[in-house]
């Protein structure tokens, strides 16, 4: 079975901390996935990585930044947390190519509180 | 830009009845994906249609895929309260995954 972990499942920061999010998968997937489900939003893609060290902004980039240094690790960073981003983050991994067709899988998801 | 948009956002059914979820992509890729989220728990795979005219069916959910119309459907057949939970469609392209908000389906006794 593929295993999509995310490191903390619930978290409370205060405004201005810095927050990482960590995020492992044991599938050697190229492909990793941060994205932020708010409720009447849907998922909304912060970034995606298609390779070590590689990382792609999404929709809502702003006030966030990434790190993959190893494949099956991906992270998210917070730099100084605003109330905004309190919010369900979600970490994804699945295999690349074009015409893949591939699913992604889902980690447990990381709710977030920004006080 | 990569876009998804999916109707309806709210769904409340009778066990038993019928009903169609929409999702619309404005993706090149024709890669259309379904899955599925219960309260409190993370995205499950559903159905994944990558041609013109797929169709793939599991118990009372069937997706298909339109590809002209950039259309793709998920119809529920005599709903069940199990069926209770947020749907959502994604589409695909260059490794890029993009999701609808999500249709919230209630089914009632």
């Known amino acids: 079975d593929v295993k999509v972990t995310q490191s903390s499942r619930y978290l409370v920061k205060r405004t201005g901390e810095k927050v990482f999010l960590e995020c492992v998968q044991d599938m050697d997937h190229e492909n990793m996935f941060w994205y932020r489900q708010d409720p009447g939003l849907g998922l909304r893609l912060i970034y995606f990585?298609?390779?070590?060290?590689?990382?792609e902004k999404g929709d809502i980039p702003e006030g966030y930044s990434v790190s993959r240094e190893k494949k099956e690790r991906f992270s998210l960073i917070l730099e100084s947390a605003s109330t905004n981003q309190t919010s369900m983050y979600l970490c994804?991994?699945?295999?690349?190519?074009?015409?893949?067709?591939?699913?992604?899988?889902f980690g447990e998801g990381s709710w977030l509180t920004v006080v | 830009e990569l876009k998804v948009e999916q109707n309806p956002l709210f769904l409340s059914m009778q066990e038993g009845k019928n009903y169609t979820i929409y999702c619309n992509y404005s993706t090149t890729s024709d890669r259309l994906y379904w899955y599925r989220q219960d309260p409190g728990k993370s995205l499950e795979s559903l159905f994944v249609?990558?041609?013109?005219?797929a169709v793939k069916q599991e118990g009372r959910l069937m997706a298909s895929l339109d590809t002209k119309a950039r259309l793709s459907t998920l119809h529920i057949t005599a709903a069940v309260h199990d069926l209770s939970a947020t749907y959502f469609c994604a589409a695909e392209e260059d490794n890029d995954m993009r999701f609808g908000a999500g249709t919230r389906l209630t089914v009632k006794p």
């Open positions: 249609l990558l041609s013109n005219g």
């Open positions: 990585s298609y390779d070590v060290k590689m990382k």
């Open positions: 994804a991994s699945g295999l690349a190519g074009a015409g893949a067709g591939n699913t992604i899988y």
